[in-house]
Each structure stands twice: as C-alpha cells, then as structure tokens.
C-alpha cells in the first residue's frame, strides 16, 4: 500500500459525460501528480499541483482539469469525454515538488471505461 | 528533453535465470533515474532510483541496476528469476525541471518454470 488513494476504482460513464477523480496523497505529501496510461500512448504525465497550485502540465486535454484544494487532496475533472480517454488514471504524490529525486508513489489507479 | 528507451517489450526467463531489462535515456541534465513494476490491475511499485552517488543501486525483491553514464544506460537485473517477479516493468527519468516523470514504453516479463 503506498499510501496514496484514489476513487473510484472503476467508472463506465458514456459519451460526452462528463465523470471526476479524486485522490488523498501520502500523509505529509505536498505534490500531487496525474498519469494517464493507456495501450497506445503508455503512461503519460497530465499535470502536477505542489501545495495547492498548478506545478507542471504534460500532455493534458483542454476538456480535462485538475484542482489540488487546501487539505491537499486532488480532482481530476475529464468532460465531453470520448471513447479514447478510456484509460487507466494515476495519481501520485511527493513530498517536495521540483528536482529532487525524491520518490514519487502511485496510487492503485481509476480504470475509466467511456461507452 | 529528457526520453527513454526501453528495449524489447516482452522479455520471457526461465525461474532461476538472470533477468536484464534494458533501459537507455536522454537527458539534458544529469538525471534522476527511475524502475518501477506493475502487477496486473495494481498500482505502479518503486523498485530503485538513482539520483546521486553509487552507480550500482540495489531496490527491493532482489532487483538491482547500473548507472552507465557512457553509456546512457540503467539497465536493471536480478540474478535468479521467480515466478512472482512476472510483470510490467517501467524505466523513468525525471524531466528537466524535476515536476514530472518521463516514462519508457514499459516491459513485460514473463517468467516459466
């Protein structure tokens, strides 16, 4: 158990829904980060929010956003959503935010299913 | 920008063998190098990091890897494979700025008795 956890573990939605995913970092975590990984495109870096603000952005959609609120858990808010963001979504969290080498831990991951 | 290279996606051992999944990076700074496994329908696991210091790195289960700056290389080993070491391993660097995680295509291993 890494200590990071995210809901739901699993969530079929339709077409153009519009579905979020929450995460609890590790106790003590300020940075939270979001990966989405799919059979085509692997594990792909979104976004990151260190202590509440936004860090770094990847690869994230414009239909997509994220929030890191005040007790430092994220949302990630997927909208107008199509069947190629079926994937599997991580969060993941550190304790510091920039070049470190600090250990970033992953969480079990939302299998998101679009219909 | 930072990249990585993982060779061949599906690595099959025999239980015993050596294990050595290859890793190669590109990186613009000195880097931050990373293997983690996935289980199916788990989470990804950090196995070792390499940030400074020693260039061999030992990480759990037996798993080690070598920082080869010549060779822009980390790849990972285990002396004697076993069956639960069957999974999907992923090599990553951190990026420039340190605020994310550049990720390798992953690899496979499959391990028969």
């Known amino acids: 158990d890494s200590g990071v956890t995210q809901t739901p573990k699993h969530l079929i939605t339709a077409t153009g829904q519009r579905v979020t995913l929450r995460c609890s970092p590790r106790?003590?975590?300020?940075?939270v980060y979001w990966y989405q990984q799919s059979l085509d495109q692997g594990l792909q870096f979104l976004i990151q929010?260190?202590?509440?603000?936004?860090?770094a952005k990847g690869n994230i959609l414009e239909r997509f956003s994220a929030q890191q609120f005040p007790d430092l858990h994220s949302e990630l808010n997927l909208s107008s959503l199509e069947l190629g963001d079926s994937a599997l979504y991580f969060c993941?969290?550190?304790?510091?935010?920039?070049?470190?080498?600090?250990?970033?831990?992953f969480g079990e991951g939302s299998w998101l299913t679009v219909v | 920008a930072q990249s990585v290279t993982q060779l061949g996606s599906h690595v099959s051992v025999s239980e015993g063998a050596l294990v050595l999944l290859r890793c190669n990076y590109s990186?613009?700074?000195?880097?931050?190098l990373f293997w983690y496994v996935q289980y199916p329908n788990q989470g990804l696991q950090l196995l070792l990091k390499?940030?400074?210091?020693?260039?061999l790195v030992k990480g759990i289960n037996g798993f080690e890897a070598e920082f080869k700056k010549s060779e822009t290389s980390f790849h990972l080993t285990k002396p004697s494979a076993h069956m639960s070491d069957a999974a999907e391993y992923f090599c990553?660097?951190?990026?420039?700025?340190?605020?994310?995680?550049?990720f390798g295509k992953g690899t496979t291993l499959s391990v028969s008795s």
């Open positions: 990553a660097v951190s990026n420039q700025a340190g605020t994310a995680l550049i």
């Open positions: 929010y260190y202590n509440g603000e936004e860090r």
């Open positions: 390499y940030t400074t210091g020693a260039t």
């Open positions: 990186s613009s700074v000195p880097p931050y």
């Open positions: 106790s003590g975590d300020l940075s």
């Open positions: 993941a969290s550190s304790v510091a935010g920039g070049r470190s080498g600090n250990t970033i831990y």
